[in-house]
């Protein structure tokens, strides 16, 4: 059972937008910044969205995080074949000293 | 370009101990907090353990804790995960990765590919 809660799958078609839910508490969500990390399956994870809405360069503004009390969300607008992939939140918590990982959420693009 | 090359991983016995490496290139490596995260077949990701920068402050899983050690060195851009006592459900792909800042709270921005750690008699 993961700390940060997501849901196992979501699904849109090409063009769509779709959004990835990330439930928390105050020990990590409210208090820390959230990011959120793209994982083509037999790849690694590529960092996507850094302290909840900040986008690394490369990444394309079709992606948008944010944050609101102890939930996050990814949205992925204008949907992509390309989009298919696992999606998975993390954060620091306070009372675990370290950082979580929400379990992941497979995007298929139907 | 940021470059994060694991090694070390291979079949290992249950209670036996196996030692990681990370070569890191491309970057200051001395000014960057660093992590090792896991990802079990077909699972989700385990946050492993996190040194800072300078090696001053470790923090680790409580999954791992006791078990596990995390260090590095500056002088040859290496992180090290030493894992002891391994047991079946440490098997992994261990990835090491590098945190956005040096004291390890902005959390990963660039990983490594991965090592696969199997544990099995």
């Known amino acids: 059972q993961s700390v940060l809660t997501q849901p196992p799958s979501a699904s849109g078609t090409p063009g769509q937008r779709v959004t990835i839910s990330c439930s928390g508490s105050?020990?990590?969500?409210?208090?820390?910044?959230v990011n959120w990390y793209q994982q083509i399956p037999g790849t690694a994870p590529r960092l996507l969205i850094y302290i909840n809405n900040q986008r690394p360069s490369g990444v394309p503004d079709r992606f948008s995080g944010s944050k609101s009390g102890t939930s996050a969300s990814l949205a992925i607008s204008g949907l992509q074949s390309e989009d298919e992939a696992d999606y998975f939140c993390a954060s620091w918590d306070d009372n675990l000293d370290g950082w979580v990982f929400g379990g992941g959420t497979k995007l298929t693009v139907l | 370009q940021v470059q994060l090359v694991e090694s070390g991983g291979g079949v290992v016995q249950p209670g036996r101990s196996l030692r990681l490496s990370c070569a890191a290139s491309g970057f200051s490596f001395r000014d960057y907090a660093m992590h090792w995260v896991r990802q079990a077949p077909g699972k989700g990701l385990e946050w492993v353990a996190l040194?800072?920068?300078?090696?001053?402050?470790?923090k680790y899983a409580d999954s791992v804790k006791g078990r596990f050690t995390i260090s590095r060195d500056n002088s040859k851009n290496t992180l090290y995960l030493q894992m002891n006592r391994l047991r079946a459900d440490d098997r992994a792909v261990y990835y090491c990765?590098?945190?956005?800042?040096?004291?390890?709270?902005?959390?990963?921005?660039?990983w490594g590919h991965g090592t696969l750690v199997n544990v099995s008699s």
């Open positions: 040194l800072w920068y300078d090696g001053s402050n470790k």
């Open positions: 990765a590098r945190d956005g800042a040096n004291w390890g709270f902005r959390g990963i921005d660039y």
């Open positions: 105050i020990s990590n969500i409210r208090g820390n910044t």
